[in-house]
T-cell receptor, first 115, second 113 residues
């Protein structure tokens, strides 16, 4: 059974360029999360969706970041324009909203380098 | 705004020893405390989790100890093995709202053979 699939795995871009990261959650999961990981700040929650609806985007750094989930099997995180401080590993995770377990399943991440 | 504080940042343990990682939280409205394990180049994966109504949970060589009054919980890895070398994150989930987890800063564990 396929896990959470993220693309691209690696992205190198120049400052000012638009970056789009993609995520396919596990089939049947109804919650989706975007996290950012850096050495300095660890794992930060950027935004999460429940049933394709954004529930909490308080972690989105600024207006340069946007996320969409047009359907249950696809989500994007866009950065426009990108800046060097956006360099990080971006993880997508999905879960079946269940108060008894709450396990998040993470993808392998998209490593972004902004020059 | 960090709500879960984790220590130490890095830890080196000899093979066969006990690895101990500690976490403390401030928000009393957390109801679920998982630990995630992350290998280089991979995403975090759930290792073990506990609810605040129990003081300890053991799964194989991994044990969570939970102290509700002190708002602290820890991960113990018994008979540590080189394959346990990874980064470990504690996390907490709020009672209110959906599934979002707040993570600690992570501990890079190295088990020397």
């Amino acid at each position: 059974d396929a896990g959470v699939i993220q693309s691209p795995r690696h992205e190198v871009t120049e400052m000012g360029q638009e970056v789009t990261l993609r995520c396919k959650p596990i089939s049947g999961h109804n919650s989706l999360f975007w996290y950012r990981q850096t050495m300095m700040r660890g794992l930060e929650l950027l935004i999460y969706f429940n049933n394709n609806v954004p529930i909490d985007d308080s972690g989105m750094p600024e207006d340069r970041f946007s996320a969409k989930m047009p359907n249950a099997s696809f989500s994007t995180l866009k950065i426009q324009p990108s800046e060097p401080r956006d360099s990080a590993v971006y993880f997508c995770a999905s879960s079946l909203a269940d108060r008894n377990t709450g396990e998040l399943f993470f993808g392998e991440g998209s490593r972004l380098t902004v020059l | 705004q960090q709500q879960v504080k984790q220590s130490p940042q890095s830890l080196i343990v000899q093979k066969g020893g006990i690895s101990i990682i500690n976490c403390a939280y401030e928000n009393t409205a957390f109801d679920y405390f998982p630990w995630y394990q992350q290998f280089p180049g991979k995403g975090p994966a759930l290792l073990i989790a506990i609810r605040p109504d129990v003081s300890e949970k053991k799964e194989g060589r991994f044990t969570i100890s939970f102290n509700k009054s002190a708002k602290q919980f820890s991960l113990h890895i018994m008979d540590s093995q080189p394959g346990d070398s990874a980064t470990y994150f504690c996390a907490a989930r709020g009672i209110q709202g959906a599934q979002k987890l707040v993570f600690g800063q992570g501990t890079r564990l190295t088990i020397n053979p």
